[in-house]
């Protein structure tokens, strides 16, 4: 995630809003920096904190939408452990238990799929309401590798606007 934002960042700021960045928040070197492998586990506060800074200087409100969609275009396959496109998004977000915790390691997941479509519940605290976002991005994006189209991520219930749990409900047409 923090590899997908920290390159988000030099294409809207470039280098010299970077190191601004870093300048004023040290502890967001490490996350931030160009050399972290794009498969670094970091932690949940420099997620949070990085899509923070970010929501102040980037003016579109859609960072963490392309974090989760870059991060699933560049990672699924090789973490899904398949080529999704040779599979049924059901078969592919059934699966979600088992590769949950290959991205996000804050919470458990449970889903109900269905044909054309998906509940989701997340279990845990996801952070902010950035990395709700992040997260819908995600599912929408691993749904549509599948090679499904008319993918909808609706966030229907949120642990920061008053809900029990984090839910999603996921729709597509084959």
């Not at 997620?47 to 923070?52: C, F, K, S, T, W």
């Not at 496109?85 to 449970?110: I, K, M, S």
């Not at 509940?119 to 994006?141: F, K, M, P, T």
Request: net charge negative.
């Amino acid at each position: 995630h923090l590899r997908v934002l920290s390159r988000l960042l030099q294409h809207h700021l470039g280098e010299g809003g970077v190191a601004r960045i870093v300048n004023e928040a040290p502890a967001l070197a490490p996350a931030l920096a160009a050399s972290l492998p794009p498969l670094a586990w970091v932690d949940l506060s420099d997620l949070v904190a990085a899509l923070d800074i970010a929501r102040t200087r980037v003016t579109s409100q859609l960072v963490p939408r392309k974090v989760g969609r870059g991060t699933m275009s560049a990672t699924f396959s090789r973490l899904f452990g398949a080529d999704p496109t040779t599979l049924a998004p059901e078969t592919v977000l059934g699966a979600l238990p088992a590769f949950w915790a290959r991205y996000h390691d804050w919470g458990d997941v449970e889903i109900e799929v269905h044909p054309g479509g998906a509940d989701i519940v997340l279990h845990g605290y996801a952070g902010s309401v950035e990395v709700c976002g992040l997260v819908g991005a995600e599912l929408e994006r691993a749904v549509e590798m599948t090679g499904a189209a008319a993918v909808g991520a609706a966030h229907t219930a949120c642990v920061f606007t008053g809900g029990r749990r984090c839910e999603y409900r996921l729709t597509w047409t084959s």
